[in-house]
């Protein structure tokens, strides 16, 4: 089986509720924030991105917020359905840019959409 | 889409033996990497390449060297594996611009098993 998601915080939600998966980031001087779904035995695939300069973005279903005042980004997932039951995590890239660049990746959240 | 593709899902190698690892993208990316994800964790970077030839270490470089002598394929070699390097290793690649991050896309990801 999928060992990945051994010791992850697990989020079980009811299917057709709403999700949100908290990350808390370690660097303020981040600008550049992205939200990564993981199904078993798959590759981290993007979610959704977001900059430092911005608070809110919306994509087909989630929405990320981010709080720069507490280094807090959240995804919030509408409707959840059973295809969302992955692990999600978050990265962080910290300025300044230099065109490498290292990402700062969270362990991640498991979500369980209950029928 | 985004497509960047690893040439082996699963791979059983032996002790002391020379192991290549092949990945390839589609989408004339600058940036290539490969990182191993273990339980616990997370990803860690081994090694990362911005261009043809070009290559910086990650964080855990130590047992690996990577090869990269066209744009869209990125190697990693384990020049002696040992049965620590038994992990998933997963390959992303990401566009490289002037002025902004860009985010890195994953393949599916190899499960090596060093016996």
């Known amino acids: 089986g999928e060992s990945v998601g051994l010791h992850l915080p697990t989020l079980s939600v009811q299917e057709g509720d709403n999700s949100i998966i908290n990350c808390a980031y370690s660097?303020?001087?981040?600008?550049?924030f992205i939200w990564y779904k993981q199904e078993s035995g798959k590759g981290p695939q993007f979610i959704i991105d977001?900059?430092?300069?911005?608070d809110k973005r919306q994509g087909q279903r989630v929405t990320v917020l981010l709080n720069k005042t507490v280094k807090h980004l959240s995804l919030q997932i509408a409707a959840t359905q059973p295809g969302d039951s992955a692990v999600y995590f978050c990265a962080e890239i910290p300025r300044p840019y230099s065109g490498t660049y290292k990402y700062i990746f969270g362990t991640g959240t498991r979500l369980k959409v209950l029928a | 889409d985004v497509k960047v593709t690893q040439s082996s899902r699963y791979l059983v190698k032996r002790t002391g033996e020379k192991v290549f690892l092949e990945c390839v993208q589609d989408?004339?990316?600058?940036?290539m990497f490969w990182y191993r994800q273990d339980p616990g964790l997370g990803l860690r970077l081994i090694y990362f390449s911005y261009d043809v030839k070009m290559k910086e270490k990650g964080d855990i470089p130590e047992g690996y060297s990577v090869s990269r002598e066209k744009k869209e394929r990125f190697s990693l070699i384990l020049e002696s594996a040992s049965t620590n390097q038994t992990s998933m290793y997963l390959c992303?690649?990401?566009?490289?611009?002037?002025?902004?991050?860009?985010?890195?896309?994953f393949g599916d990801g190899t499960r090596l098993s060093i016996l």
């Open positions: 977001i900059r430092s300069n911005m």
């Open positions: 989408m004339d990316h600058e940036n």
């Open positions: 992303a690649s990401s566009l490289w611009t002037a002025y902004s991050n860009q985010p890195q896309h």
């Open positions: 660097n303020s001087a981040s600008d550049y």
